[in-house]
């Protein structure tokens, strides 16, 4: 970005190399002009500069993301593994969402509450 801050230090040269005279109307609007860009430069500047700490910043979470996630997920696939055929896939008719249940909870007749939408599931 600093690439922008010099084209408009580069302007503001030529206006001053130009002696363009600054009382003038034609004058006052270009050096307002070039303060104008000074302004939207440096601004860019600060802006490019803040997304490339976010963007640090969010890889960082997204990597420890992806540690607790391998070490919860690879415990749940473990049990659900030792679990067998207990649970029962239902579809959600709200928000179209799949569940897992397990099968006597079905048998039982009990209210199963959509983990995603909240609305009840009927089986």
Known sequence: MSDIISKVAYL???VDGLEIDTTT???KVLTEIINVLKVIAEEVDEISESQKDMEDYINAIDEDLSSLQDDIYDDDYELCEDEGDNFI???CSNCGDDVYVDKDIVKQKEKITCPNCHN???T
């Open 25 to 27: 109307k034609e004058g």
């Open 12 to 14: 503001n040269g030529l």
């Open 89 to 91: 896939q239902l579809k």
């Open 120 to 122: 009840l599931i009927t």
